[in-house]
């Protein structure tokens, strides 16, 4: 399978937890992005990685959020202190240099805080 | 505000039936994408359209991109059970800046055999 891959599939958390997502680009895409979805809506970006770096970022990501692209392969998403409203679907997409507008989906990693 | 609207938010139609769901806003883009998510799954890009007036088709599915490049269709032929899924439209509104990829709140359809 050399689509995007995304680990773990389902977390559950007490709130106040620290949490780590990993994301798997597919391996010739430069760009890498984040997005957190909840019921009945539609996915909100949350960050940008152009290689390993992290270009862009939403104002939803506030201090308790970090991603890291160290090697410009897969990435990280980290939730420090987890609260209750973090429960979401956290998406990674990845996208070519010379597609900027398609990208890629993973499977999501399914954050339930307790 | 969602700057971009999708309607309706939920569909059930028999197998068979044909159907449109519509993506819109008040702001102009330069390019669209339509993806299908199933429960439990990321979205799958179905189609990216980027001409004012495009029409691209995919099996029974036929996208249109609006005349002003402001909104969009998705019409499904003959629907089939394994067309249930939430249908999103996302869009971009410059070249460049990547925050500018916008979601709509999707259209969740159900295909009853």
């Known amino acids: 399978d050399t689509g995007v891959s995304q680990n773990p599939r389902h977390k559950i958390t007490k709130r106040g937890q620290n949490v780590t997502f990993r994301c798997d680009p597919i391996s010739e895409h430069n760009r890498l992005y984040w997005y957190r979805q909840t019921l009945g809506q539609g996915p909100e970006f949350l960050t940008y990685?152009?290689?390993?770096?992290?270009?862009?970022k939403s104002r939803l990501l506030s201090d308790r959020f970090s991603a890291e692209r160290p090697k410009g392969s897969f990435s990280t998403l980290e939730i420090q202190r987890t609260e209750q409203g973090d429960s979401a679907m956290y998406l990674c997409?990845?996208?070519?240099?010379?597609?900027?507008?398609?990208?890629?989906f993973g499977p999501g990693t399914r954050l339930l805080v307790l | 505000t969602q700057l971009l609207e999708q309607s309706p938010q939920f569909l059930s139609i028999q197998e068979g039936e044909n159907l449109t769901v519509y993506c819109n806003s008040s702001?102009?883009?330069?390019?669209l994408q339509w993806y299908r998510q199933e429960p439990g799954e990321g979205p799958v890009l179905l189609v990216t359209v980027v001409t004012g007036g495009e029409v691209k088709k995919l099996k029974r599915l036929t996208f249109q991109f609006g005349d002003a490049r402001k909104d969009s269709s998705l019409h499904i032929t003959a629907a089939q059970p394994g067309d249930t899924g939430l249908y999103l439209c996302a869009a971009h509104r410059g070249k460049t800046s990547y925050d500018k990829v916008i979601f709509g709140p999707g259209t969740s359809l159900s295909v009853i055999p």
């Open positions: 702001s102009v883009f330069s390019s």
């Open positions: 997409a990845s996208s070519p240099d010379r597609t900027q507008e398609t990208q890629y």
């Open positions: 990685f152009q290689n390993e770096a992290q270009l862009e």
